[in-house]
């Protein structure tokens, strides 16, 4: 089956009982065992539930990958991977990641004795350079946050293997619509279940999607060690909102190039970051590793200062100012001030996250509409 019929039909077995197309939501935290240290499919909600199995099934076919685990966060599924670790273990971290893995990176995991060095992963040999002898995963994102440079999965894939250590790509801009991380190598895939999976603003989740079973074994025996499971009502919503992905992703990403060309028309726009324009770095391989279209998250960097930036992402009006993204309303945000005010500012300067970089996440609205408000979102701020 196709990707989109996948998304609908796998995991979704309709309920035995009613014949009802949507399966009911499972509520029970307990199961009744058949005898004392005996177990049935389920037990314990921590340990497994009907409709978050339903919704891990579903990702682990989107992603191409023997298993899922659903989580209550994108952060406890990325902290999840990390506890795979141990002191004096090192992560080689793109640059351009989210700024809640950064800090949860450098603020809470170096604790442990876990080691983290952040460096360009768009360039491989020089990201190859910052391997140690000690690193356990290399950990990236492509489009990246919030500068949305690509990197090649597979050559990380392949660097990772030849030093022992295992891939982790966060998935969560790109979403398995566009591009499949397992497919060219990685050993897990992440996701935000937040943003696009989702596609709503109304759930909080988080999916790993893993490769190879004894890998995921060992991340299921994590989870339910540490129990930041996703809730039955928030995966069927999930589950739902991952019927409809590629048809949003698609259309998404569509509005998303029409405005990133017309922004690159603007004066006062010194730089549109959109790896779907040709004159994009990571052009030539986003439009290999990135199935026909190009993501909706797209930065754009100002003349001035961050005052100017402050103006425009208060100014818009569709573009509603809040962090999160990926959903079928157009969000709008400043990355110093907000999604990456956690990097610690010389790692921002360092890694290019400028003052005046604003990011924007495009919903489903109208183009024209949307056009509209930046452009008077720009005058009002500008003049
Ligand atoms: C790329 C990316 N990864 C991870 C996360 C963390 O996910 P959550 O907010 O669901 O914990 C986010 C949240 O904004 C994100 O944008």
Not at 17 to 37: D, E, F, L, R
Not at 55 to 81: D, N, R
Not at 91 to 106: K, N, P, V, W
Not at 302 to 327: H, I, N, P
């Amino acid at each position: 089956m196709k990707f989109s019929t996948r998304a609908i039909h796998v995991g979704a077995a309709r309920d035995p009982q009613t014949g009802a197309v949507v399966p009911p939501i499972a509520v029970a935290s307990t199961y009744v065992q058949p005898g004392a240290g005996q177990w049935g499919t389920f037990d314990y909600a921590r340990s497994g539930n009907p409709t978050r199995h339903q919704v891990e099934t579903t990702l682990a076919s989107l992603e191409a990958g023997c298993g899922g685990l659903a989580f209550a966060s994108g952060m406890a599924a990325i902290h999840c991977v990390t506890m795979l670790l141990q002191s004096g273990d090192h992560i080689l971290a793109g640059a351009d990641i989210y700024g809640g893995t950064y800090r949860l990176f450098h603020k809470i995991i170096n604790r442990a004795g876990i080691n983290v060095s952040l460096a360009d992963s768009t360039d491989i040999d020089s990201f190859a350079a910052h391997i140690t002898p000690r690193t356990r995963l290399i950990w990236i994102e492509t489009p990246g946050n919030p500068r949305m440079s690509i990197t090649d999965i597979a050559a990380c894939a392949e660097l990772a293997h030849r030093h022992g250590a295992l891939l982790g790509v966060d998935n969560t801009f790109a979403t398995p619509a566009l591009t499949r991380p397992l497919e060219l190598g990685a050993d897990i895939v992440m996701h935000s279940a937040t943003k696009y999976l989702g596609g709503h603003s109304d759930l909080l989740g988080g999916a790993l999607v893993v490769r190879e079973r004894d890998l995921q074994q060992q991340l299921y025996f994590i989870q339910n060690a540490t129990g930041a499971v996703l809730a039955p009502f928030d995966a069927f919503l999930l589950s739902r909102g991952l019927k409809t992905l590629d048809l949003r992703v698609r259309a998404q990403s569509a509005t998303a190039l029409q405005l990133a060309q017309w922004l690159t028309t603007d004066p006062r726009v010194t730089r549109v970051l959109y790896p779907g324009l040709p004159q994009h770095p990571g052009h030539a391989l986003a439009s290999r590793q990135m199935d026909r279209a190009f993501g909706a998250m797209l930065s754009v960097e100002l003349q001035g200062d961050f005052s100017v930036a402050k103006r425009v992402v208060e100014a818009t009006r569709l573009f509603q100012l809040a962090v999160s993204l990926g959903a079928v309303e157009s969000l709008i945000e400043q990355p110093a001030a907000m999604s990456h005010a956690s990097y610690d500012a010389a790692d921002r300067a360092r890694h290019g996250i400028a003052d005046t970089l604003i990011r924007l996440s495009v919903g489903l609205e109208d183009v024209t509409d949307l056009q509209q408000d930046i452009a008077q979102a720009l005058q009002a701020a500008t003049s």
